[in-house]
């Protein structure tokens, strides 16, 4: 009915999106009462359902999009004729009618391999889980609090095209964590973060990730965190762990090399890229054994669906191969810009009140075709820093200067890691960084990095994907104290 | 379209008649949304979305459970409330349980512009044809984007307590490059009305940035005195603000925590002439007459999931706004309460709320500029991420525009850089201000702020970068 209502109305193409969603978080804190020094547990059981449709035309050559979460035959009629009308205003800014990239019709359907949906595990074992991990971690002396959650949430996504499109997903995410934190009053912080992989999975993602039996380890080890002497700063050699070199390469290579950004469609928010077009196929961003795929078929990862949001079925391709720039990340309106025919099936809206556009796929790093291992890596190295998990994090506007901090750091000398060190942050610049990579772990090793929270756009999205990779070495990086 | 105070009370009112449970929230809240947006002198996406979200929280005495929902039909709204009791059985109790609010006197806070909620895609198009055609004129490649909102918000118990808050919201943002690539400009500006921001002169002023900022010259990285544009200074204060929460620094957990334990609540830390305030009634950027989340918790239809996200909005959920002077002249005046908080440290519970604003002083932008002996011009700051929380060391980097000044006036363009450094010790090197003004709105940042332009000594940029 929206599909013939917008043809009617003038638009050349229309895409009708309706979608339910459901989401489910429980959270425990556990910390000390300021009075009595008691251990307060405070927990959050919240659920969310939502219902709505998105419709997009191309009217006059231009975009329009109109969307409601009331899903009824007289509402619908109504955002079509919105639409339309947006797109009829917005037709005379434009130099030139979009063109869409060709895509074969299909009628299909797809749905995350799921073994035990999360839905149906009580909230009451959730939070079981959640307060054991609490209960172990806080009997470590030194440990000041604890934070844990399950966050969990299905996409059941309609979408229906003018192509002659029928495609119905449903796309389950799944990620849990905890935290323990170490204070020393009015002085010092730190804290220790247990992530397990984000993932397209069921519940069978959580109980694999024995969070009880790392609850006393992260506990220990915020507390030598807290005692860890500071980093001397200076040029160090740095091996990077997956849980770690995941949001590296989230920053440096998976929004370097989106097309968006590269066109300048993102210049007024999240930024531009220094790669761009003229560098396609002939840039140098790495050494020879950095070799990058954009995905979103691999099993698991958060960006894994059957069908983008343009209706395009989704696929695996190279973006960087032997250091050398080869491919962007595309949708079906910009494939053409650049001279190629089809998309790469990178579109997606979080919602349905959303405009689809280019979002990140899964992007990862291939692991060494050797059986390299972890001690490998560090045998290599005289002075170093071997980085665990997530810190803070800033990347500038094209994709260039960065700096990165980590979760948790220990000294590399002579070959081997010894005790933690503190206060660690390196500085690089992304095509210097990749260069300096002059090993890379084998694939016993390549672990799936999820990443919940991506932000893009105008008006803002989120957006989740996953970042694979084996523990990698790289030589001669700025590294600074950071206290 | 849209909601008057009986309309939304009624669905409140409608939705706690189902509750069983010893007590029930209800959060509503309608939202009306409208785009345009420009780039690379194409428009590109364009749209407009109605979307509403219904929280009700169940709750007994010791457990809470919460269920959000957007349908509306009479056995949507039953099952939803009986899902928020299913919660609420499931859930572990609560040792920091807050019983709901009696009824509160929310205050009157004028904040809903008819011709905004009203602007059609020919409306927003006005500014974006002015962007185009200034870009095409000076052959840069321009961005721009304007959104509207609108929304209609409403709060509620079992306790009879109510609340209800119309508003409109506008913003414009411009960003301009010059066609090398070696010139980047950037400006914006936000107000309840959308007829009240001069898209004209923003994206004019976006293009005298980029096409001034062109062809920057190297520059080392070091210590610097900065004139720090409103929006620059804007975006280094919520990591800031973060930090005055009384049970952040009663934890030991912030620059305003003592050694070994207490605060520094009463301690002069800063200059005569920095006072920060927060004032829900400021005409030129209002906000919602009660305190904590308004309905959009976590997950809901966005396409990222988060986990917890602390203890801010429940914590504060349904208390009256008051302006609050957080640093009244050099002294930490305040720092935030939540409501469990205020019963541990026996005060009264502190909201943040309303719109952050900063005194300046009596001149403009150019006057800080003419009394620097050598210094550097920010436009805005990018991608700002706390180091340490523990003295608030924030790196970010420079974006659309540095200039270096000499002798009072500016030399010429440089390139960006990486700063390492903390809104704390900025606030201390304050050398002069400008007359307060209002920000932008930017996504995933900052909200509009009334603060001056700023010249601080002593800014640490750590690295250069190669962005423009």
Redesign the interface.
Known sequence: MALDRAKKAGASYADIRINRYRAQVVNLRSEPDFATGKVNHVPTASDSETFGFGVRVIADGAWGFAASYSVTEDEIARAVKDAVEIAKANAPLRSSPLELAPVVAVHDTYRTPIAKDPFSVPITDKLALLRNVADDAMKVSGVFSVTGFIAQRVEHRFFASSDGSQIEQHVYQISPEFTATAVEKGKKQKSRTYRPHAVTAGYEAVERAKMPSHARRVGEEVVNHLKAPPVTPGKKDLVLLPTHLGLTIHESIGHSTELDRALGYEANVAGTSFLTPDKLGKFQVGSEIVNFKGDRIRKESLSTCGYDDDGVKTRQFPIIQKGIFVGYQTIRDQAHLISQKESMGCCYADSYDSVPFQRMPNVWLEPSSKPTTLADLISGVDDGVLIDGRGSYSIDHQRYNFQFGGDAFWEIKGGKAGPMIADVAYQSRTPDFWSACDAIGGEALWENIGLNADGKGEPGQINAMSHGCAPSRFRQITVLRTA | MGWTREQAKQLADQILSYSRARDCDVRLDLVQ?T???????????????????ISVSSRDGK??????????SREALKKAVA?SEE??H???????YMEDLSPQQYPEVHAFNEETASA???DR?AG??QA?EISRARKL?C???V?TTSRWSAIANKRKNFGFFASTQATF???A?TQD?TG?G?AGGASPRLLDISTQSIVERAAKKAESSANPRALDPGKYTVVLEPQAVADLMPNLLFSFSR?IA????SFL??????NRLGEKLFPDFVTIRSDPFNAQWPARPWAGGGGA????????????GG?GG?AFEGLPVRKVTWIDRGVVNGLSVDRY?AT??KVEPLPFSGTLTMEGGSGKIEDLIAGTERGLLITHF??????????V?L???T?DGVWLIEKGKIAYPVN?F?F?QSPVNMLKNIEAMSEPVVTAL???SSSPMVVPAIRAKDFLF???????
């Open positions: 949304r785009h345009t947006r420009f780039a690379a002198n194409e428009v590109t996406t364009s749209g407009a979305m109605v979307d509403l979200n457990r809470t459970g919460t269920l959000q929902v957007n349908e509306t899902r919660l609420m499931s859930a572990a109790p609560d040792a920091e059609t895609a020919l198009r974006i044809q185009m490649k961005s721009a984007f959104q943002t411009s960003t490059r690539a980047s950037w049970r009663d934890q030991g957990k925590s003592k050694p070994g334990g207490g918790g976590m997950g809901g239809a966005r396409g990222g999931f988060l986990g917890f203890f429940a908080w541990r440290v990018w991608y700002i991420r706390p180091v340490n929380p523990q003295n060391e790196t970010g980097l974006r960006n990486r390492n930017k996504d995933f750590s690295s250069k970068s190669d962005a423009v």
